[in-house]
């Protein structure tokens, strides 16, 4: 379980999350939605440490994730939103360093490598691979080490229909095998169909945090996209349709 | 662990062409040198303002372009369970250490080559690798510190190379300047004091007097001399370079464990 405390992060005079309190739940897949800007990336990389908030604390099965507590990252598989990596790199070579650093040898390595279709670019420059065949890399390092936390900065970005959708069905037998999900997205069909917990931020501020049925009944609209455009208009007056027409 | 990152950030350094042709130009000059003056005390005097004016600069574009260059991926590396610590040192020591250990090859093989057996002679090239190799710890942990510290790379190259042009060429005529200008007052000690602040000062009065090259020691390098005698001079030089290498290192440790990616 991952719980934050009073998070906030500060960056020059713009305060990207504000006090922000929140509990991710093992066997939960819990979409992070919310405007660009709005603080989304900023609190997955507060988790995984690439950010150190300025107040406030992260616990992971509550034990704090400070600057002191690298190793807890261990038990982390995080994509990053850009999938770029050493160019001169192969992909095979890739996973070899990062299994040099995690100290063990990758688990479902195998597996992992059919179900995202990597075999055929394995001894190849990561430089010649598509934006595509990037993100699956990059699905591959944050999944091969079996983590209990995985943090999704926009999973989908980039891949192809049925690359996305073999990605959501991963993500749902993660979550029966108790996994903590955490994924930003602007596609609000994508939250529909995975969302445990649905967590709405605003200029760094959480404005909505719970089941998507509690979300339908706050909201008063029959479906998840629905809500979530009504809570984008409410809090943004309607600034934000670009975001509702993706999600479409 | 820590190792076989630095073996991974070193092959990855040797893989692009930029550090070969750095190694390669240090070894034609060099060579070239050797073949114009066969005398290896000329030599190391041709090479001096060399030294002087290229490794610094390199040293400190090196670091900024290594850094911004991998800066996506120092989020992967990051993302893992390693100590940030580990993978600043590995980055510097990497980046540093095969700048010196070309700049190195390039310089002393032809030293190896053509003063076999003078000891003088290959002592003074050791002096210009070593004296070279702290000058590009110095301007490689500024350029690091630099990056690490600014997210506009446009400004922080920007800033390098306005540092740069300050030490190499600016300071010293500043510094004649205001010995001009107050040349009826004691200034002897104040100059001498003045030159702590530029590292460049320091490695060109260090090695002239090492080289004992009279005509390149300019007014602070005598002045060191005629303070503090050949030896004594030299120690302090050398003492206050290192402490040069040691701060920009300091800084940029500082800067990038609290920095966020």
């Known amino acids: 379980m991952i719980e934050l405390r009073g998070v906030s992060k500060r960056f020059g005079s713009r305060l990207v999350l504000r006090n922000v309190g ?15 800007g709005s603080g989304k990336t ?3 990389k507060s988790i995984v440490g690439l950010v150190q908030p300025d107040t406030g604390q992260i616990f992971l099965n509550g034990v704090p994730l400070d600057g002191g507590a690298w190793a807890c990252r261990d038990r982390i598989g995080y994509l990053s939103q850009v999938a770029r990596f050493p160019e001169n790199l192969t992909v095979q070579e890739l996973v070899a360093m990062l299994t040099m650093l995690r100290r063990r040898a990758p688990e479902r390595l195998q597996e992992l490598r059919t179900y995202f279709r990597l075999e055929s670019v394995w001894d190849k420059p990561l430089r010649i691979l598509s934006g595509g065949t990037r993100q699956r890399v990059a699905l591959l390092l944050a999944w091969m080490f079996d983590p209990e936390v995985l943090l999704l900065d926009e999973p989908t970005a980039g891949l192809d229909p049925v690359a996305a959708a073999r990605l959501k069905d991963l993500i749902l037998q993660e979550r029966e095998r108790g996994k903590v999900l955490l994924l930003t997205t602007h596609v609000l069909a994508e939250v529909e169909e995975l969302a445990d917990q649905i967590v709405f931020l605003l200029d760094g501020e959480v404005h909505f945090a719970g089941s998507p049925e509690e979300l339908l009944l706050r ?9 979530i455009v009504q809570l984008l208009d409410a809090h943004t007056g309607g600034v934000l349709h670009v975001d509702r027409v993706i999600g479409l | 662990m820590w190792i076989g990152l630095l073996g991974y950030e070193v092959r990855e350094a040797l893989r692009g062409r930029w550090v070969w042709a750095y190694g390669a130009f240090f070894l034609l000059l060099t060579e070239g040198l050797f073949r114009f003056a066969s005398d290896p005390a000329r030599v190391s005097v041709g090479l001096l303002n060399v030294v002087l004016f290229i490794v610094p600069v390199v040293a400190l574009f090196w670091a900024l372009v290594g850094f911004y260059q991998t800066r996506d991926f120092l989020e992967l590396i990051l993302s893992q369970p390693v100590p940030r610590r580990w993978v600043l040192w590995t980055k510097i020591g990497s980046g540093a250490g095969t700048l010196i250990l070309f700049f190195a090859i390039g310089i002393l093989i032809p030293y190896l080559l053509h003063a076999r057996g003078q000891w003088a002679a290959l002592s003074e090239g050791l002096w210009l690798v070593g004296t070279g190799s702290l000058l590009i710890v110095i301007y490689y942990g500024i350029g690091f510190g630099l990056a690490v510290t600014r997210e506009d790379r446009t400004r922080a190259f920007g800033i390098g190379m306005v540092f740069w042009f300050f030490t190499a060429v600016l300071y010293d005529a500043l510094l004649l300047l205001l010995l001009l200008l107050l040349r009826d007052y004691p200034v002897e000690r104040p100059a001498f004091v003045l030159t702590f602040f530029n590292p460049l000062d320091l490695a060109r009065i260090l090695l002239t007097m090492r080289l004992e090259a009279a005509l390149l020691m300019g007014y602070t390098g005598a002045l060191y001399e005629r303070l503090l005698g050949g030896v004594l001079g030299q120690l302090i030089a050398l003492g206050v370079l290192l402490l040069w290498a040691v701060g920009p290192l300091g800084w940029a440790q500082w800067r990038f464990m609290r920095r966020d990616f």
């Open chain 1, 219 to 227: 909201t008063g609209e029959s479906t998840v996209e629905g809500a």
């Open chain 1, 42 to 44: 900023t609190l997955l």
């Open chain 1, 22 to 36: 929140v509990t991710f739940r093992p066997g939960e897949v819990t979409a992070l939605i919310g405007p660009n």
